[in-house]
């Protein structure tokens, strides 16, 4: 089992930036590909980025890709998502996830979410 524990959503300015962290403990984690969704209300899940733990190997959709940064600290064992001229449309929960590929990227396990909200 994988535990992941996401931080650091809030309200923001559009244009403003945000930094998520994603706290994974448990069984093997470092052994996972890691990746940030989000959902917004009355939409699908939506991929993000991912990234090899450990390597320096990432992909981001087209949709955030030069905005958005994945990350990961191994001495904290945090990844991280920073997310800078943030638009109105980014409003969503974003979600951590533990699995494996980079891309397609396949989810194993989740977190709970947090919130962002980005206001125009």
């Known amino acids: 089992q994988v535990q992941l524990v996401e931080s650091g959503g809030g309200l923001v300015q559009a244009g403003g930036s945000l930094r998520l962290s994603c706290a994974a403990s448990g069984r093997a984690f470092s052994r996972y590909s890691m990746a940030w969704f989000r959902q917004a209300p009355g939409k699908e899940r939506e991929f993000l980025a991912s990234r090899i733990w450990s390597e320096d190997l990432t992909y981001y959709a087209d949709s955030v890709k030069g905005r958005f940064t994945i990350s990961t600290d191994n001495a904290n064992n945090t990844v991280y998502l920073q997310m800078n001229n943030l638009k109105p449309e980014d409003t969503a929960v974003y979600y951590c996830?533990?699995?494996?590929?980079?891309?397609?990227?396949?989810?194993?396990?989740w977190g709970q979410g947090t919130q962002v909200l980005v206001s125009s």
């Open positions: 996830a533990a699995g494996s590929r980079l891309v397609p990227f396949k989810a194993d396990y």
